[in-house]
């Protein structure tokens, strides 16, 4: 048989804080029209004092593996995607690591903006397959909140704060990851950056983006990396129960859709409700659909993200 990375569980974590667009337009040039109209977002929560990546994931992790009935010491790798780490070093993934109790285990974070989780998930799934760990905690953990600009309402009513993580199992069957495809093209760098970093400003920077390039490249890459995966997993679109996508903006989940010939009541949206939480959205919307019952075991699912970079990619597996 198959050795395959099965899903076992699945936790979220959101800040307390719930900011709406009409609260956001008190100090924000804007107005919920404008946003709802470019974005379909309608809120976002934002981490207050005390709240950060690592609590973050911290509280995603145990209501992961709560829902997957496994101890935090059966852990032996965590893998946290993240661009807005708690500290430049130790990784985020060793805070959460000694949070919950874990000696020793294999812990490090991934960079890869929005498409993080898809990342640390491809990383997570080779390393189980390959038999370097039995259960893996894959998390996605973003405080984008703490490097927006507030004067520029391009962006900053695009964002959100949160997490979410899965827990991974190898196992023999049918059930799993079947699945995954990543790309990066760096010659994108001045579409969608932060304005910082150690070792050019000394300071952590601001995010800057060029929206409508973005969305440009955004519909042509995911839907070309989904019906790669599709391939890859001996899929077509007409096998698919349903697609998680990253939560950028309503449009682009709406034209990649379309490229793909997918009805929209396969997609999974959360975007009105969270925004853009990085690299954390994806497993946050899985998790969302999975506790109100649309996501079931045996679903057909596949995942996708693009972000800055420019990072895609996407995975398709058997719930």
Known sequence: MTIRSVVAGVGSALPKRRVTNDELAATVDTTDQWIVERTGIRSRYIA???E???SLA?????NALDSAGVGARD???????????DQTFPSTATKVQAALGIDDCIAFDVHAV?????YALTVADTMLRAGNARNALVIGAETFSRILDWQDRATCVLFGDGAGALV????????GILATKLHADGRHNDLLFVDGGPSTTGTVG??????REVFRHAVINLAAVMNEVLEGAGLTAADVDWVVPHQANARI???TAKRLGLPPEKVVVTVDRHANTSAASVPLAFDTAIRDGRIKRGDVVVLEAMGGGFTWGAAALRY
């Open 48 to 50: 207050s004092d005390g």
């Open 52 to 54: 950060t990546t690592g």
């Open 58 to 62: 911290l509280e995603a992790a145990r």
């Open 75 to 85: 852990i032996d790798l965590i893998v946290l995607a993240t661009a807005t780490p």
């Open 114 to 118: 929005c498409t993080g989780f898809l």
């Open 168 to 175: 991974l199992r190898a196992e023999e069957g049918d059930r």
């Open 206 to 211: 601001k995010l800057r983006m060029k929206g």
């Open 253 to 255: 989940l709406d034209a």
